[in-house]
């Protein structure tokens, strides 16, 4: 990803909190809330622009959740 608004070292620290089991629900539904929630960075009536910041948050958040779950599963089979 280029560099810009979400900096490799956001993302790391967005990655830190996610993988994180005391913080993972409040980063998870803090997500959710700024999905929901009018209040934007770029308000989502602004073309394109308002778009792309909800857009880059729910692909992290969707990575990062799947990731979580891929590495569970791993971790499962390989215990049995």
């Known amino acids: 990803m280029k560099k810009g608004l979400f900096t490799p070292a956001i993302m790391g620290w967005y990655r830190q909190l996610i993988r994180n089991t005391r913080y993972r629900w409040v980063v998870l539904l803090g997500t959710l809330l700024y999905m929901i929630c009018p209040l ?16 880059v948050l729910v692909t992290l958040a969707v990575t990062e959740v799947t990731q979580l779950l891929v590495d569970r599963r791993r971790d499962f089979f390989q215990t049995r």
């Open 40 to 55: 934007d960075l770029a308000p989502d009536w602004i073309p394109i622009l308002g778009w792309i910041d909800d857009s």
